[in-house]
């Protein structure tokens, strides 16, 4: 029955690679922490990047892009809760004609930041208060909310840039039930609806990746040497062994649905297109030169953080590009030079790429430490500098050298094929999520965690085709696929994975497709 289901399966996955379907995508988890440098950077830092075909009803005829940022959001951290970082451009960036040049189209969100309400009218010492509660998003019961976030959606083409969205409203954190009495009512307010097919959200949701990830990270030490049943394994609402260590925490969400016409090369939608197949990734950049003012204020946001200065990084080794400090002129030995320091002219200061994200933990488990940040720094289709990681998987020696069992001999040119290549004769190697638009959507209810590898409890293969490596949709469990695929016919017929088959929280099947977050005052998180 294994030898069967692994035929199954590599045939599933041959076809995903020399069709018009995407082949990216055998990695492990998603990008929590991943390199050295954006570790310290919470707010650039991308957690999860998703691409899929929207599978809300009606909406079928939709792609949805959804980045999200701040790994660990624990919900009771106040008095100062998770925002965007208006100093940083959040981008989600799309190849639609195949050449693994993620330039033909640009998505970007910037934010800004203002000080207002009751707490500013009484000078108060949080940053949302319950005076009156907190209902609104703007106007009448909006009161309480202080510090408020607005952000401006552009779309570039080419040399085409247009603003499809401007001055819309952040969902703040969700600080409990006496500030905010109905958040989910309140984060709907932050659904906007720009017209054309288009809806945008931006706003704190709940952390939808599921995984052991203190085992997984404590050399695999997992729970269970690795291998589920047949039954446990087909099994996507039940752990059967494994503790989900993100469970009862949040992140910063942003997500963008707008109609598959405008993304792909020839403007049809999925049924018409000669080019169904589009390649993207996520990524965040801040300025070259940041300059600090002793007041903690920036001249030109009234009511933002200002970044202390720092000398430009070179292009060339953006890895060692400076984590940001935030402004604190009082703890400066030197007020009267800080008072002197003026502005930079943001048209002097270009923006430098600090993190990407395509195919989930690409840099976290494939790329050395060495080279995590300079990766970081540069664009996917700069891959060909990171090739002796997919050809010789180092997780591959470590699944071998942990649990004795033998994985797919290097050089691995099917995961080469997989991750870098839209069809095995390309020459350009990029690593990009890819998604092939034609694949009907599948039902948020019919969705199977383990997409392509997906079975029944007997072992027979029940394929899921339209998630992960087909794009990534939040439900798909990409560690155990990563796990299988990178540990080759034995990792896959011995059904390998953390133990980890669900998230804690429940999925909904509407835009924007993450759950509500966990509020401060009553989260709670899983232990063993």
């Known amino acids: 029955m294994f030898r069967s289901r692994f035929l199954t399966i590599a045939v599933l996955l041959a076809m995903l690679i020399v069709s018009a379907a995407p082949g990216p995508a055998v990695v492990q988890a998603a990008s929590h922490r991943e390199a050295p440098l954006i570790s310290m950077d919470a707010e650039a830092d991308i957690t999860d990047f998703f691409m899929f075909r929207s599978y809300e009803p009606g909406h079928e005829d939709k792609v949805v892009f959804i980045m999200n940022v701040i790994p660990g959001e624990e ?27 993620a330039d033909d189209i640009s998505i970007d969100f910037r934010f800004s930041n203002e000080f207002r309400g009751t707490n500013r009218a009484l000078g108060l010492f949080l940053s949302h208060v319950a005076v009156p509660p907190i209902t609104a998003l703007d106007g009448e019961g909006s009161e309480g909310l202080g510090w408020r976030q607005k952000y401006t959606v552009s779309m570039t083409k080419k040399d085409d840039r247009d603003k499809i969205g401007r001055d819309l409203i952040v969902v703040p954190s969700n ?9 989910a009512a309140l984060a709907a307010q932050g659904i906007y609806d720009l017209g054309d097919g288009v809806r945008v959200f931006a706003g704190q949701r709940e952390d939808p990746f599921f995984i052991d990830l203190g085992a997984t990270f404590d050399t695999l030490n997992f729970r269970k040497a690795p291998l589920l049943t047949a039954a446990e394994d087909a099994n996507d609402t039940v752990n059967p062994f494994g503790i989900d260590m993100l469970s009862g925490f949040n992140v910063n969400t942003i ?26 990734y996520a990524s965040t950049s801040r300025r070259s030169q940041q300059v600090l ?19 430009a990084p070179d292009a060339s080794k953006a890895n060692l590009y400076l984590p940001y400090v935030q402004a604190g002129a009082a703890d400066q030995a030197d007020q009267a030079e800080a008072e002197a320091i003026e502005p930079v002219d943001s048209a002097s200061s270009n923006f430098v790429q600090v993190q990407r994200l395509a195919n989930p933990l690409v840099n976290e488990a494939i790329i050395g430490t060495i080279d995590k940040d300079r990766w970081n720094a540069l664009e996917p289709r700069d891959e060909k500098k990171f090739l002796d990681y997919y050809q010789n998987p180092r997780f591959a020696t470590a699944l071998q050298l942990v649990f004795g069992i033998t994985t797919t001999v290097a050089p691995r040119e099917d995961l080469v094929n997989l991750l870098l290549k839209y069809k095995p004769t390309d020459k350009q190697l990029s690593e990009l999520l890819r998604l092939n638009l034609s694949v009907p959507p599948t039902p948020l209810a019919d969705q199977k965690r383990l997409t392509v590898l997906a079975h029944d409890a007997a072992g027979v293969s029940t394929p899921d085709n339209a998630g992960w490596p087909n794009g990534r949709r939040p439900k ?15 990792y896959i017929a011995g059904m390998a994975g953390d133990g980890v088959n669900t998230d804690d929280a429940t999925l909904p099947a509407a835009f924007p497709f993450l759950a509500t977050p966990f509020d401060g005052r009553n989260r709670t998180h899983q232990n063993p």
Request: overall charge negative.
């Open 175 to 183: 600080v409990g039930p006496r500030t905010m009495p109905d958040y």
């Open 75 to 101: 919900p009771s951290s106040g008095p100062n809760y998770f925002n965007f970082d208006p100093n940083v451009s959040y981008k989600f960036e799309i190849d639609n004609d195949a050449d693994g040049k």
């Open 476 to 490: 798909d469990d990409v560690t155990d696929i990563a796990v299988r695929v990178i540990g080759g016919a034995n």
């Open 293 to 311: 003012r002793s007041s903690g204020i920036n001249a030109k946001t009234p009511g933002s953080a200002t970044v202390s200065a720092a000398a």
């Open 255 to 280: 997500a963008i649905e707008v109609p598959i016409s405008w993304v792909t090369k020839d403007h049809k939608g999925a049924a018409e297109t000669k080019y169904p197949t589009i390649g993207a």
